[in-house]
């Protein structure tokens, strides 16, 4: 089956810098389109960034726009997210979860309801 697993969390100062990893497992990491997501104490989850199964399509929440990439390295059945100029406001626990096999891109890629598959999460916290 799917399975999905976070690392790279952290506490890091404000303007310092991240990279989560998200090992998948049981399938072919191209054959999803793939998701970061977060949610902080108290608030709703939050679409980070979401890339296509062609591994060349992508799109950010605009919170996040110019600071985090999204990329994966097929070769290691990973999904990364880097994170830079980090923000007090990015502190949340960040999940990595799979879309559904053979879309290539949802409909509405940063909802959460798209994707059927998640990770367990890692907590990332910035310091001011």
């Known amino acids: 089956q799917v399975q999905l697993e976070e690392s790279g969390g952290g506490s890091v100062q404000a303007g310092g810098s991240l990279r989560l990893s998200c090992v998948v497992s049981g399938y072919t990491i191209g054959s999803y389109f793939m998701g970061w997501f977060r949610q902080a104490p108290g608030k709703e989850r939050e679409g980070v960034a979401c890339?296509?199964?062609?591994?060349?399509?992508?799109t950010y929440a605009d919170s996040v726009k110019g600071r985090f990439t999204v990329s994966r390295a097929n070769a290691e059945s990973t999904l990364y997210l880097q994170m830079n100029s980090l923000k007090p406001e990015d502190t949340a626990m960040y999940y990595c979860a799979a879309g559904r096999r053979f879309v290539g891109w949802p409909s509405q890629p940063l909802r959460a309801s798209e994707y059927p598959y998640w990770g367990q999460g890692t907590q990332v916290t910035v310091s001011s």
């Open positions: 890339l296509g199964s062609s591994g060349v399509v992508k």
